[in-house]
């Protein structure tokens, strides 16, 4: 596949992910998350990481420096995030603004590299 065929899957990857984060972290007051949210977080996690490291490695203009470590730390971060707030060690609203940070800082990282 071509490298823009990647950065296009790794778009609706962040698209999926921002939108099941939304359901999980958005949940009613008793807890429980919609029954999609949750494989729809995985799932979005998959596309992602399938499209980052296709692009990593067809497109040679991109390289392994510190802003791709930083950006696969802020994946990893998202990945986490619900069940930080599930479990109760984040509240709900800093997680929005936590998730909505590592995403503008992860878009930065990207345009910025």
Known sequence: MSPEIYRVLHAVGALLLFLSLGGLL???ADGKP???AMPLHGLALLVMV???VGTVHKDPSV????????KIG?????AVLPVLVR???VPRV?????ASAAGATAVW???AK
Request: charged residues 10%; contains cysteine.
């Open 109 to 111: 990282l990207a345009q």
């Open 63 to 70: 390289d392994w420096g510190n802003w791709l470590y930083a």
């Open 74 to 78: 802020c994946w990893v971060f998202l």
């Open 50 to 52: 399938f499209a980052g």
């Open 34 to 36: 919609s029954k999609l």
């Open 87 to 89: 479990k109760g060690m």
């Open 94 to 98: 800093l997680g929005l603004l936590l």
């Open 26 to 28: 958005l949940a009613p």
